[in-house]
Protein backbone atom coordinates (compact mmCIF):
# COMPACT_ATOMS: atom_id res chain seq x y z
CA UNK A 1 0.00 0.00 0.00
CA UNK A 2 1.62 3.32 -1.37
CA UNK A 3 0.70 6.36 0.63
CA UNK A 4 1.31 10.04 -0.57
CA UNK A 5 1.08 13.11 1.98
CA UNK A 6 1.18 16.59 1.20
CA UNK A 7 3.27 18.98 3.35
CA UNK A 8 2.19 22.52 2.87
CA UNK A 9 3.03 26.01 4.81
CA UNK A 10 0.54 27.72 6.51
CA UNK A 11 1.29 30.23 3.88
CA UNK A 12 0.42 28.50 1.07
CA UNK A 13 -2.95 27.13 2.58
CA UNK A 14 -3.45 30.43 3.18
CA UNK A 15 -2.72 31.62 -0.60
CA UNK A 16 -5.19 28.66 -2.31
CA UNK A 17 -8.07 30.09 0.34
CA UNK A 18 -7.35 33.35 -1.20
CA UNK A 19 -7.28 31.94 -4.87
CA UNK A 20 -10.02 29.63 -4.57
CA UNK A 21 -12.41 32.90 -2.98
CA UNK A 22 -11.06 35.04 -5.48
CA UNK A 23 -12.56 32.90 -8.59
CA UNK A 24 -15.96 31.90 -6.47
CA UNK A 25 -16.31 35.77 -5.73
CA UNK A 26 -15.35 36.40 -9.63
CA UNK A 27 -18.17 33.45 -11.22
CA UNK A 28 -20.80 34.72 -8.20
CA UNK A 29 -20.22 38.58 -9.56
CA UNK A 30 -20.02 37.33 -13.65
CA UNK A 31 -23.42 35.06 -13.00
CA UNK A 32 -25.57 37.51 -11.22
CA UNK A 33 -24.49 40.92 -13.56
CA UNK A 34 -25.51 38.43 -16.89
CA UNK A 35 -28.67 37.21 -15.71
CA UNK A 36 -31.94 38.71 -17.04
CA UNK A 37 -34.26 40.42 -15.30
CA UNK A 38 -37.66 40.25 -16.79
CA UNK A 39 -38.86 43.69 -15.64
CA UNK A 40 -39.16 46.69 -17.75
CA UNK A 41 -37.24 49.79 -17.03
CA UNK A 42 -38.52 53.54 -16.19
CA UNK A 43 -36.02 54.88 -18.39
CA UNK A 44 -36.74 58.70 -17.07
CA UNK A 45 -38.18 60.03 -14.08
CA UNK A 46 -42.41 60.61 -14.47
CA UNK A 47 -43.94 63.83 -13.28
CA UNK A 48 -46.73 63.14 -12.04
CA UNK A 49 -47.01 66.48 -9.68
CA UNK A 50 -50.15 68.52 -11.68
CA UNK A 51 -53.21 66.36 -12.47
CA UNK A 52 -52.73 67.41 -16.14
CA UNK A 53 -49.49 65.34 -16.16
CA UNK A 54 -51.35 62.24 -14.43
CA UNK A 55 -53.92 62.36 -16.92
CA UNK A 56 -51.21 62.45 -20.06
CA UNK A 57 -49.34 59.93 -18.52
CA UNK A 58 -52.47 57.27 -18.34
CA UNK A 59 -53.69 58.87 -21.99
CA UNK A 60 -50.12 57.71 -23.41
CA UNK A 61 -51.58 53.65 -22.31
CA UNK A 62 -54.93 54.84 -24.51
CA UNK A 63 -57.07 55.44 -21.28
CA UNK A 64 -59.92 58.43 -20.67
CA UNK A 65 -60.81 59.60 -17.30
CA UNK A 66 -63.62 61.17 -16.00
CA UNK A 67 -63.11 64.85 -14.64
CA UNK A 68 -63.03 64.02 -11.13
CA UNK A 69 -60.43 62.58 -9.27
CA UNK A 70 -60.30 60.99 -5.80
CA UNK A 71 -56.63 62.11 -3.37
CA UNK A 72 -55.46 59.91 -0.36
CA UNK A 73 -52.31 60.12 1.58
CA UNK A 74 -51.24 56.54 2.73
CA UNK A 75 -47.80 55.19 3.81
CA UNK A 76 -46.22 52.38 2.38
CA UNK A 77 -45.14 49.97 5.33
CA UNK A 78 -41.69 49.22 6.13
CA UNK A 79 -42.27 45.54 6.75
CA UNK A 80 -44.21 43.75 3.58
CA UNK A 81 -47.04 40.96 3.59
CA UNK A 82 -47.71 38.99 0.77
CA UNK A 83 -49.95 41.14 -0.51
CA UNK A 84 -47.39 44.32 -1.09
CA UNK A 85 -45.03 42.17 -2.33
CA UNK A 86 -47.62 40.66 -5.24
CA UNK A 87 -48.30 44.15 -5.97
CA UNK A 88 -44.45 45.03 -5.95
CA UNK A 89 -44.10 42.77 -8.56
CA UNK A 90 -46.41 43.90 -11.13
CA UNK A 91 -44.50 47.33 -10.48
CA UNK A 92 -41.57 45.73 -11.19
CA UNK A 93 -42.78 44.69 -14.28
CA UNK A 94 -43.89 48.20 -15.51
CA UNK A 95 -40.93 49.62 -14.45
CA UNK A 96 -41.51 50.82 -10.72
CA UNK A 97 -39.71 49.58 -7.96
CA UNK A 98 -41.79 50.81 -3.98
CA UNK A 99 -39.26 48.84 -2.47
CA UNK A 100 -36.99 52.16 -2.48
CA UNK A 101 -40.10 53.98 -0.75
CA UNK A 102 -40.94 51.77 2.36
CA UNK A 103 -41.92 54.13 5.32
CA UNK A 104 -42.39 56.93 3.04
CA UNK A 105 -45.64 58.93 2.56
CA UNK A 106 -47.38 59.14 -0.94
CA UNK A 107 -50.35 60.47 -2.51
CA UNK A 108 -52.88 57.83 -4.33
CA UNK A 109 -54.75 59.41 -6.99
CA UNK A 110 -57.47 57.44 -7.92
CA UNK A 111 -58.98 57.89 -11.84
CA UNK A 112 -62.41 56.33 -12.98
CA UNK A 113 -61.29 55.02 -16.30
CA UNK A 114 -64.33 55.10 -18.91
CA UNK A 115 -62.52 53.08 -21.97
CA UNK A 116 -61.68 49.77 -20.56
CA UNK A 117 -62.63 47.30 -23.11
CA UNK A 118 -66.32 47.08 -22.86
CA UNK A 119 -66.80 47.19 -19.29
CA UNK A 120 -67.98 51.15 -18.38
CA UNK A 121 -68.27 50.50 -14.89
CA UNK A 122 -66.01 50.36 -11.74
CA UNK A 123 -62.60 50.09 -13.71
CA UNK A 124 -60.17 52.82 -11.94
CA UNK A 125 -56.36 53.88 -12.42
CA UNK A 126 -54.82 54.30 -9.28
CA UNK A 127 -51.27 56.39 -9.30
CA UNK A 128 -48.95 56.40 -5.90
CA UNK A 129 -47.04 59.98 -6.39
CA UNK A 130 -44.00 60.65 -4.23
CA UNK A 131 -42.68 64.40 -4.30
CA UNK A 132 -44.27 65.16 -7.10
CA UNK A 133 -42.98 61.64 -9.20
CA UNK A 134 -44.61 58.66 -10.06
CA UNK A 135 -44.05 55.70 -8.38
CA UNK A 136 -46.19 53.12 -9.18
CA UNK A 137 -49.23 52.14 -9.81
CA UNK A 138 -52.22 50.57 -11.91
CA UNK A 139 -55.75 49.72 -13.47
CA UNK A 140 -58.24 47.83 -11.57
CA UNK A 141 -61.81 46.67 -11.34
CA UNK A 142 -63.22 47.59 -8.11
CA UNK A 143 -66.38 45.15 -8.65
CA UNK A 144 -66.63 42.27 -5.88
CA UNK A 145 -67.40 39.78 -8.63
CA UNK A 146 -65.06 40.12 -11.52
CA UNK A 147 -62.27 41.99 -10.04
CA UNK A 148 -58.80 42.53 -10.84
CA UNK A 149 -55.75 44.25 -11.35
CA UNK A 150 -53.23 44.69 -14.12
CA UNK A 151 -50.23 47.57 -14.34
CA UNK A 152 -50.96 50.60 -16.75
CA UNK A 153 -50.75 48.91 -20.13
CA UNK A 154 -53.46 46.73 -19.20
Not at 15 to 29: E, F, Q, R, S, Y
Not at 101 to 130: F, H, P, S
Request: aromatic share 12%.
Amino acid sequence: MKMFTLRLKPKTIFGIIIALTGVVVIALTFVTNHTKINTKSVSAVVSASTDEERRDYLSSFGWSCNDEYETKELTIPQKWNKVYTDYNEIQLNQGFDLSNYKGKRVTLYTYTINNYKDLTEGIVADMLVCDGVLIGGDICNTSAENGFLVGFEG
